[in-house]
């Protein structure tokens, strides 16, 4: 008699014994989410009086210095591991001035955070100069409107120290430009923060699901695009190769972004090297299942847990994503 007939068989697997219940499903759940994997990115603009909603990304805001502090002690009782700062200044200019003022809008951000938490969450700042400049581009521009790497790696240079001085537990750049870990490790070094330790955005891809954070940081390009110094879509062994340059340069830890549309680059990443290694869901990511879930096609809760899981699965040991406090609330449930 066969199994289909109720027959059984020392060779016939029911991998559904182990699916059976709620509570068998989660003991042998073989990647796990803890609120302590996320991270949340947070913008924060220099001049308003209340939140500014951002209407590519419902729930997410321009945060007020005050609104900021707020969001960050409800991170903090969350559970999740650390805030990631973005600054909209109320103004910019073709070096992006305000990025490493004293005053600026996220160094003055980082000083409170840290007064208020201390300890309790770890704050990355995101070195870039794109909020910062009029032009909207990552780094300085030639009069023939050509980013010129050299003479920006000195500008995040000093945009990492007082990053550092401001309080930021990390320090993240993401301009992707060549040797920018090894300036800002260099910086970070001969100012006494030796203990300063570097996320680089390793393999940023000039992917086409930024749109909505253009919108949320007010960064982007006035004209031409990233493309000739962010990765190219297509391309997974270069990723590898950026990766091994921004370790051998110092960089502590690695980020892959985005996440969902380069699953096979995080895994690659992870396989290849023994750092930690993030990947951040980006804008474009959220977007789509708000959309998708507002038009009521999708389950909004089961998707934000399964593509939070699918990051992990694929290797990624920390998850930047708009979700992070949501996201703890729901894997507690």
Not at 194 to 209: Q, W
């Amino acid at each position: 008699m066969s199994p289909a007939q109720g027959g059984s068989s020392p060779g016939f697997a029911r991998g559904r014994r182990l699916r059976s219940t709620p509570a068998l499903r989660r003991l042998t759940a073989q990647t796990r989410v803890a609120p302590a994997d996320l991270v949340l990115p947070v913008f924060v603009k220099e001049g308003i009086d209340e939140p500014v909603p951002i209407g590519s990304m419902p729930g997410v805001v321009q945060h007020t210095p005050d609104s900021l502090r707020k969001a960050a002690h409800e991170a903090a009782e969350a559970g999740i591991g650390g805030l990631i700062l973005f600054g909209v200044p109320a103004e910019k200019d073709e070096v992006g001035s305000q990025a490493d003022a004293a005053d600026g809008i996220v160094n003055v951000a980082l000083r409170r955070l840290r007064e208020d938490l201390g300890d309790e969450l770890v704050l990355l700042a995101d070195l870039c100069l794109c909020e910062y400049t009029s032009h909207g581009h990552c780094g300085l521009v030639t009069p023939a409107g050509v980013v010129d790497n050299d003479p920006t790696l000195d500008r995040y240079a000093a945009v990492a120290i007082a990053q550092a001085q401001a309080g930021a537990h990390v320090i993240a750049p993401s301009g992707m430009m060549d040797g920018q870990v090894a300036a800002i490790r260099r910086a970070l070094d001969g100012a006494a923060f030796t203990e300063t330790p570097i996320l680089a955005y390793a393999a940023k891809y000039a992917s086409g699901f930024y749109g909505p954070f253009r919108e949320a940081a007010e960064g982007a390009p006035q004209f031409g695009d990233r493309s000739t110094y962010q990765m190219d879509p297509p391309n997974a062994d270069e990723a590898l190769r950026e990766v091994a340059q921004d370790l051998a340069e110092g960089a502590d830890a690695v980020m892959v972004k985005p996440a969902l549309p380069y699953l096979d680059v995080v895994a690659r990443v992870a396989d290849a090297v023994d750092v930690p290694v993030s990947a951040y869901q980006v804008s474009g990511e959220y977007a789509m299942v708000e959309a998708a879930a507002r038009n009521g096609w999708i389950d909004r809760e089961r998707a934000i847990v399964e593509t939070l899981t699918a990051i992990r699965r694929a290797g990624a040991g920390q998850v930047l994503t708009y979700w992070a406090v949501e996201a703890a609330r729901l894997l507690r449930r």
